[in-house]
């Protein structure tokens, strides 16, 4: 069965930090670029950060620059994303899922149409 779960959500105060994961199974991890979405209640999904299959290079959207770090470990097929000063505008449920397309993450932004074995999603709440 093909899929990805995420973990690591939870309540956290602002300014604080989490790191969720991205445990992935049933496809070939190496192949694709791997994505981090959140969608915060009433919004449409967005993208947070990618990272490539193909060389490690990682793309952060705007608002996770410099506070988000997205790592992987082929070996357990898993993908991170430590999330550092948080703030509640970053509440939301976050997924992951695998690009179809590419082994590279794209820098002109994340399309949502070339990602797909999107996960459950995890919730992240950030308090003030």
């Known amino acids: 069965e093909v899929q990805t779960v995420e973990s690591g959500g939870g309540l956290v105060q602002a300014g604080g930090s989490l790191r969720l994961s991205c445990a992935a199974s049933?496809?070939?991890?190496?192949?694709?670029?791997i994505g981090w979405f959140r969608q915060a209640p009433g919004k449409e999904r967005e993208g947070v950060s990618c990272i490539s299959a193909s060389d490690g290079s990682t793309y952060y959207a705007d608002s996770a620059k410099g506070r988000f770090t997205i790592s992987s470990d082929y070996a357990k097929s898993t993908v991170y994303l430590q999330m550092n000063s948080l703030r509640p505008e970053d509440t939301a449920i976050y997924y992951c899922?695998?690009?179809?397309?590419?082994?590279?993450?794209?820098?002109?932004?994340?399309?949502?149409?070339?990602?797909?074995?999107w996960g459950q999603g995890t919730q992240v709440t950030v308090s003030s």
């Open positions: 049933g496809f070939t991890f190496g192949d694709y670029a």
């Open positions: 899922a695998a690009n179809l397309m590419r082994r590279s993450c794209p820098t002109w932004g994340f399309l949502s149409y070339e990602y797909d074995y």
